[in-house]
């Protein structure tokens, strides 16, 4: 059931900029100012943004991590750290990262 | 012959002309139950012509796609047939990364078999950890999802006395009371466990199947909702149990908003009041009548509370709700031709 909605209606996740969106959504953002700003952030038109044949390459550009398994490309936290720089916004556990990683200092 | 289901996927044979007058009565429904506005003429021709068209599976059109959220979380893969569960021998942090690569969802939740707050409680150590695992690995956000599920705290299941054992038996203000004591425990449960998604990191929170027992579950969540959104980075999504908000207490209110018999455009207010980020409309299927009857009646209910909403509606499109047949395995037909309508009718900015 849920394949079916993600082939009829979804935005395809990291295919395309469906987690880019859903972060913006999850800061109570609409659907087409979630959307326009993602689109802006990444300077593509809202329609490249479902278009797998445009994100697959630029989001090895930009190193956002992809849909393929690439060696060396950025994975996981990596991933979000550049995301989070890239749509300006602050991620939960790339702060907590930030936090972890400060120097530490002993005594 | 137009080639459709009823409510409960079993297929029939319908007419242009039943096809349309279905449309129209399923509109009509909950025109009259939420005092909503009706489906206009072009969105009636828009729904004539998807039910008409042959095609098995259908979608929106590209450049409209919508974010997908999931109630239920990964037990879809691993859990049995109480969560429509598959049984693949998973973890729930490779149930989560095959969500992310192989399905391509746009985010996802991690959550426990039982999926409600209660049983977490004891355990949530253990469910922080996967929220972490898979934070660690995964890009796409991270919600924790569960039930308030009232029913867990009610004799036998739980220490309370039961409030619809003590209605029949005329025990109104009894009933009343428990369910405000059980609501008080409830919410310090939900924020129990919130508290250490958020202090792992967890993108967001996901209320689900939200006032199944009514207008003290409801309130318990939006006070919930209200303390996390002030104190947390945590998005939150309220997720429906119902279209209708039940009245088991019948007097509680929202910041001056009475919450039983509240309707989808009318539960998103109290739950951006609340602070919500994310809101899911539920739409219940009626088994007895066709699909077309239920997509036109669900998306007029939910077309009304997107045009009201200032934040994300994410309508619901699983078995038994948003115009899918009550049916564990929905025929892919009528499925993905709901959850066009959603987006494409409803201006649903998620499913």
Known sequence: MSISHAIASGMGGIRTTGDLVARMQLRGMRLPEAKKYVADKLHVSVFDLTDSTVMRGLRQELDIGVITAVPGCAKGLEAKVRIADLLDIEINCVKRLRDKSAKVVVG | ?351
């Open chain 2, 1 to 351: 012959m137009i080639l459709t289901r009823m409510g409960d996927g079993y297929t029939v044979e319908m007419t242009p002309d039943e096809l349309r007058a279905d449309l129209v009565a399923g509109s009509e429904d909950a025109a009259r139950r939420g005092k909503v506005p009706l489906l206009e003429e072009a969105e009636l021709d828009w729904l004539q012509d998807l039910f008409t068209g042959t095609s098995r599976v259908v979608g929106v059109e590209r450049g409209h796609e919508a974010i997908l959220t999931k109630d239920g979380s990964v037990n879809t893969l691993y859990s049995a047939q109480l969560s429509s569960g598959v049984g693949i021998p998973l973890a729930r942090e490779q149930a989560f990364r095959v969500f992310e690569r192989a399905f391509c969802f746009d985010s996802m939740e991690i959550g426990h078999p039982d999926y409600s707050f209660k049983p977490v409680k004891p355990i949530v150590a253990l469910e922080a950890t996967a929220v972490e695992g898979v934070l660690h690995g995964c890009i796409i956000p991270v919600f924790y999802g569960a039930m308030p599920n009232f029913g867990l705290y009610a004799q036998p299941d739980g220490p309370y006395a039961n409030p619809a054992d003590l209605l029949p038996r005329g025990e109104i203000q009894a009933a009343r009371d428990v369910q405000l004591e059980i609501a008080e425990t409830c919410r310090d449960d939900m924020l129990y466990v919130a508290r250490h998604m958020a202090d792992v990191g967890a993108d967001g929170i996901n209320f689900d199947t939200t006032a199944s027992a009514g207008d003290a579950e409801f309130l318990a969540t939006l006070q919930a909702v209200e303390e996390l959104a002030a104190t947390t980075d945590l998005g939150i999504e309220v997720g429906m149990a119902a279209e209708c908000v039940l009245g088991f207490h019948g007097q509680l209110q929202y910041k001056g908003t009475r919450l039983a018999g509240l309707w989808p455009h009318q539960q998103v207010k109290v739950v951006e009041q609340a602070g919500a980020h994310i809101f899911g409309a539920v739409v219940n299927t009626n088994t007895r009548r066709s699909t077309p009857w239920n997509v036109a009646r669900a998306v007029t209910f939910v077309k009304e509370c997107s045009r009201v909403a200032e934040i994300p509606v994410h309508a619901n499109v699983g078995m038994g709700v948003g115009g899918v047949p009550m049916f564990e395995v929905p025929p892919a037909d009528v499925l993905t031709r709901a959850s066009a309508a959603m987006v494409e009718v409803a201006r649903a900015d998620g499913l």
